[in-house]
């Protein structure tokens, strides 16, 4: 059975930073990345990152703060958030795809968690 948890969510005040895990099990993925939704918004790419190609990719607006990272031995995903905004409070949510490629659209992924509240305090 496929099943991703997420944990780290919180609040925290802007300038601050937290670290969201993410842990798979039931199968292994080659790409697994992280999504969010804000109140009135649709929800948008963050992060992702992939085994075949070797890659990770950044939206714009996280590029320079965030961290994707992905302990293989743990099928565990981690996002460390550092420098957070107001902007950035939203649900995070986890999710992940077994096919090859690197896919940014929320549509591409089969797997999800429950997703995580962020809160960033100005």
């Known amino acids: 059975q496929v099943q991703l948890v997420e944990s780290g969510g919180g609040l925290v005040q802007a300038g601050g930073s937290l670290r969201l895990s993410c842990a798979a099990s039931g199968r292994t993925f080659n790409s697994m990345g992280w999504f969010r939704q804000a109140p009135g918004k649709e929800r948008e790419f963050v992060a992702i990152i992939s085994r075949i190609p070797d890659s990770t990719i950044y939206a714009d607006s996280v590029k320079g703060r965030f961290v994707i990272s992905r302990d293989n031995a743990k099928n565990t995903l981690y996002l460390q958030m550092n420098s957070l905004k107001p902007e950035d409070t939203a649900v995070y949510y986890c999710?992940?795809?077994?096919?090859?490629?690197?896919?940014?659209?929320?549509?591409?992924?089969?797997?999800w968690g429950q997703g995580t509240q962020v809160t960033v305090s100005s």
């Open positions: 999710a992940a795809r077994r096919t090859i490629g690197t896919m940014t659209a929320s549509l591409d992924y089969d797997y």
